[in-house]
């Protein structure tokens, strides 16, 4: 059993910051890639940033610049640091990892349940 615990959304001005963070927990064998996905009203889910546990980020065009991720592999925990908010990237944010469990051989996705992220014009 994996579970992902995200927190730290909420409403903010344009212009203004906040800092999302997910813990990862379960019976983990070793985790690869965690990451950051954003689903806005009427539109598809889109990758935010990931970074992998060489440390290597990549970021979405529309955030590179303003959002830096990171990763406490201690924690097993992901955060997405967001600066310079539009009201564009409001969104649910949604934290994922990708995994293999004590159980299992391969390894599979995980997503957390979504926090949601209003930017304020």
């Known amino acids: 059993q994996v579970h992902l615990v995200e927190s730290g959304g909420g409403l903010v001005q344009a212009g203004g910051s906040l800092r999302l963070s997910c813990a990862v927990s379960g019976s983990i064998a070793s985790i690869n890639t965690m990451g950051w996905h954003r689903q806005a009203p009427g539109k598809t889910r889109e990758l935010v940033a990931v970074?992998?546990?060489?440390?290597?980020?990549n970021y979405a065009d529309s955030v590179r610049g303003r959002f830096t991720i990171s990763r406490d592999i201690g924690k097993n925990t992901v955060y997405l640091q967001m600066n310079s908010l539009k009201p564009e990237d409001t969104a649910v944010y949604y934290c994922?990892?990708?995994?293999?469990?004590?159980?299992?051989?391969?390894?599979?996705?995980?997503w957390g349940q979504g926090t949601q992220v209003t930017v304020s014009s």
């Open positions: 970074i992998t546990s060489g440390g290597d980020t």
């Open positions: 994922y990892t990708d995994l293999r469990t004590l159980a299992s051989i391969g390894r599979f996705n995980y």
